[in-house]
C-alpha cells in the first residue's frame, strides 16, 4: 500500500497543476510510463515523493502503535517527526511548510495551526486507515487525524470517504463499482446529501471542465471514486490522472494507494518506480515504505500474503487423460510468480515425490472449491493449464509455513523482501525442484 502510494505520488508530481496546452509535450513524456519525469518548476524533486507519502507513513506510524485511539497530540507528534526524519522535504503548502521548519514537537505544531482548511491535505493522507478492522474505526481514526489540520466538514468528509474506499478494497469482496453505495451506507447522511454529485455523478476527465463550486477536498474524492468504478488496471488509472490533470500527485497517491491490493497485475509493468524512487534511498524510499507497509499489514490484515496462486500445467495423452507423470506445478504469491512457469512449460518436470508430500500437506489450506476454474489450453500443442485460485486459503499463516519448509530460499525472497525486476521471474533453486 505504502509504496504504491509513494510511487504514483512521485510520478504524477511532475504534472501537478501544469497548465495546458504549455504542458502538452511533457504530458506525452509522462504518459510514456518509462521513467521519472520532472515538474517544470520543481527539476530537483524529480522521482521524490511529496507530502502525501509522507504523512500517509506518519498515520501508518500511529496506527500501529495507538491503533484506532490515536489522539491529536499524537497525529501532530507524528507529523512533525516524519517531516524531521525525512530531512524537510520541499512539497508541502507554503503555509504549513513554515509551520513545520519552526517546530519540533507536536504541540508546539498544534498550538500554532488553525485547522479551517477545506483542501484535500486531510484525505491526501487517509488510505492506511483502511487496514483497520471495522467501519466505525476507520470513521473515528479518519476524522481525528483530520481534526488536526483540515477541522472542517470538507476536510473531515473527504478524509473518511478516502479511508473507507481502502477499507472497501482491503475487507470486501464487491467490485468497485459498488463503492457509491456502500459509501452512502456509512457517510452521515447530512454529508451524502450535501455532496451527493460525488456518489451519483462521474467526475469529468475533460481538463477544459471544471465545476469552481466545490473545494479542492470534494473534487479530489470525487475524481478518485470515479476512476476507481471506471477503470480497471493501475496503468489506466495513472493514466486517467495524468489526463485529468490538477492535484495529480495527490489523486494518482490515493488511487493506487486504494487499488493496489486487488490491482497487483500492473505493477510489475513500472520497476523503476520502485528502484528509483526517493534516488534509490533505503532511508525513505522503496525498503522504507515496504518495511512499513509490511508492519501495517501483518498487524491488521492477518498475514502478508493475501494471494496465493498454484498452477499447473500437464500433457494430454490421446484419450484425454492427464499423465500425472508430465504434471508441473508453479506458485505465484501476491501475484508474484516464484517459479520459472515458461521453464517448466517446456521441460514438463515430474511433480516427484517430494512434490506429492508438499500437495498433501498444503491441500487442506485450500477452499472446497480450489480446483475449479479449467482454463483453455495454452499455446498450441496437448498442453492445458489448470489454475487454481486460492484468494480465499483458510488459513494464510499455517500455509506459509509449509511454502517456507518445501521451498524456504524462494519464499524468503518473495514473502520478506519484495524482489525488483532482476529476480521477480526465479527458479527454485536445484535442492527445492529435486
Known amino acids: 500500500m505504502l509504496l504504491h502510494i509513494g510511487m504514483a505520488d512521485a510520478y504524477a508530481m511532475a504534472m501537478e497543476y501544469v497548465k495546458m496546452p504549455e504542458g502538452e509535450a511533457l504530458l506525452k513524456q509522462v504518459l510514456q510510463f518509462d521513467q521519472y519525469y520532472a515538474h517544470p518548476r520543481f527539476p530537483g524533486l524529480k522521482s521524490m515523493y511529496t507530502d502525501d507519502t509522507e504523512m500517509s507513513c506518519a498515520n501508518a506510524k500511529v496506527i500501529l502503535e495507538k491503533g484506532s485511539s490515536g489522539t491529536k497530540l499524537d497525529y501532530a507528534n507524528a507529523y512533525v517527526e516524519e517531516f524531521i526524519r525525512g530531512g524537510k522535504r520541499k512539497g508541502y503548502s507554503k503555509g504549513f511548510q513554515a509551520i513545520l521548519e519552526s517546530v519540533n514537537t507536536g504541540k508546539e505544531l498544534l498550538s500554532k495551526l488553525i485547522p479551517d482548511s477545506t483542501k484535500n491535505g486531510a484525505a491526501m493522507r487517509a488510505v492506511p486507515f483502511g487496514v483497520l478492522p471495522d467501519v466505525m474505526s476507520v470513521i473515528y481514526a479518519a476524522g481525528m487525524q483530520a481534526a488536526v489540520t483540515h477541522d472542517t466538514r470538507e476536510g473531515v468528509f473527504s478524509a473518511r470517504m478516502v479511508a473507507l474506499m481502502s477499507h472497501f478494497s482491503l475487507y470486501e469482496d464487491a467490485p468497485f463499482s459498488e463503492l457509491s453505495l456502500y459509501l452512502k451506507e456509512h457517510i452521515n447522511w447530512e454529508a451524502v446529501e450535501e455532496f451527493a454529485h460525488v456518489f451519483e455523478q462521474e467526475y469529468p476527465y475533460n481538463r477544459r471542465v471544471r465545476d469552481g463550486k466545490y473545494s479542492v477536498a470534494i473534487n479530489t474524492v470525487h475524481a478518485v471514486l470515479t476512476i476507481l468504478k471506471k477503470e480497471k488496471t493501475l496503468i489506466e488509472m495513472l493514466r486517467a490522472v495524468l489526463t485529468i490533470g490538477g492535484d495529480t500527485d495527490s489523486v494518482a497517491a490515493l488511487v493506487w494507494g486504494i487499488a ?135 488459513d494464510c499463516k499455517g500455509a506459509e509455513v509449509v511454502l517456507r519448509e518445501f521451498f524456504p530460499k524462494t519464499i524468503s525472497q518473495v514473502i520478506d523482501g519484495r524482489p525488483s525486476m532482476n529476480t521477480m521471474k526465479m527458479s527454485f533453486t536445484e535442492e527445492e525442484v529435486q
Not at 499455446?379 to 480465499?392: C, I, K, M
Open 260 to 394: 493496489s491490493p486487488r490491482c497487483r497485475e500492473g505493477s510489475y509493468h513500472f520497476v523503476f518506480m520502485q528502484e528509483e524512487l526517493e534516488l534509490g534511498s533505503k532511508e525513505t524510499g522503496a525498503p522504507y515504505l515496504l518495511d512499513l507497509g509490511k508492519q501495517l499489514m501483518i498487524k491488521y490484515i492477518d498475514s502478508p500474503v493475501q494471494r496465493l496462486t498454484l498452477c499447473g500445467s500437464g500433457h494430454h495423452a490421446t484419450h484425454g487423460k492427464l499423465m500425472s507423470k508430465m504434471w508441473c506445478w508453479w506458485l505465484e504469491v501476491d501475484g508474484i510468480v516464484i517459479m520459472n512457469r515458461d521453464k517448466m512449460l517446456e521441460t514438463g518436470i515430474d511433480i516427484g515425490k517430494r512434490g506429492l508430500e508438499f500437495m498433501k500437506k498444503f491441500r487442506p489450506f485450500l477452499p472446497i472449491d480450489a480446483e475449479e476454474g479449467i482454463v483453455p489450453p495454452m499455446g498450441t500443442g496437448d498442453w492445458a493449464s489448470y489454475v487454481f485460485s486460492l484468494d480465499r486459503v483458510k
